[in-house]
T-cell receptor, first 116, second 115 residues
């Protein structure tokens, strides 16, 4: 089983619908992240959480919200989806520090979202 | 603040040829640098990382990268390309200071390998 699991892997929805992408991890990491990937733009950080009670906006948080339900779970919501939110979304985790930690991320396999 | 520049969006090489993917960084603190690879329909996986130890870093699948502070570069190389190397490659820099580290990615380079 994957260490970082994202559901759903693919989703097609319509403009205005509410969508939730879920992420769970078995790596025991404190830190979780949501990135968005668009062709030619690389990965851009949407939100990140350094522990269960910590939520931080990334560079492109408008139109998105997150919930850290537990150490192992971090969900991303689009309250009212719009077509320019069509993208590939990645969840990632990292350790909180200590020996051997340099900010390395571990990624899920991605959730492809299409908003019509 | 840190940033990464990957010039060009696509590199094409012949099988057996040298692979060179360029990455330049900007960082206000000593950087930690990473190369990630994304195969089709998969997530990103770590190829190699520079963490202020040896400046020449060896990674998986025969890739290596050299940290050059004077040139603010961290270019990725492989002596002989294989068809299975076709993928998208991302350079990334971390502002890790033990507190609020985040990774900033470049825009990625697609590597094609011709038979």
């Amino acid at each position: 089983d994957a260490d970082v699991t994202q559901t759903p892997r693919n989703r097609i929805t319509k403009t205005g619908k509410r969508i939730m992408l879920e992420c769970s991890q078995t790596k025991g990491h404190d830190r979780m992240y949501w990135y968005r990937q668009d062709p030619g733009l690389g990965l851009r950080l949407i939100y990140y959480s350094f522990d269960v009670k910590d939520i931080n906006k990334g560079e492109i948080s408008d139109g998105y919200s997150v919930s850290r339900q537990a150490q192992a779970k971090f969900s991303l919501s689009l309250e009212s989806a719009i077509p320019n939110q069509t993208a590939l979304y990645f969840c990632a985790t990292s350790d909180s520090g200590g020996r051997g930690h340099f900010g390395e991320l571990f990624f899920g396999e991605g959730s492809r979202l299409t908003v019509l | 603040a840190q940033s990464v520049t990957q010039l060009g969006s696509h590199v094409s090489v012949s099988e057996g040829a040298l692979v060179l993917l360029r990455c330049n960084y900007s960082s206000s603190v000593p950087p930690y640098l990473f190369w990630y690879v994304q195969y089709p329909n998969q997530g990103l996986q770590l190829l190699l990382k520079y963490t202020s130890a040896a400046t020449l870093v060896k990674g998986i699948n025969g890739f290596e990268a050299e940290f050059k502070k004077s040139e603010t570069s961290f270019h990725l190389t492989k002596p002989s390309a294989h068809m299975s190397d076709a993928a998208e490659y991302f350079c990334a820099v971390s502002d890790y200071t033990g507190a609020n580290s985040k990774l900033t990615f470049g825009k990625g380079i697609t590597l094609s390998v011709r038979p």
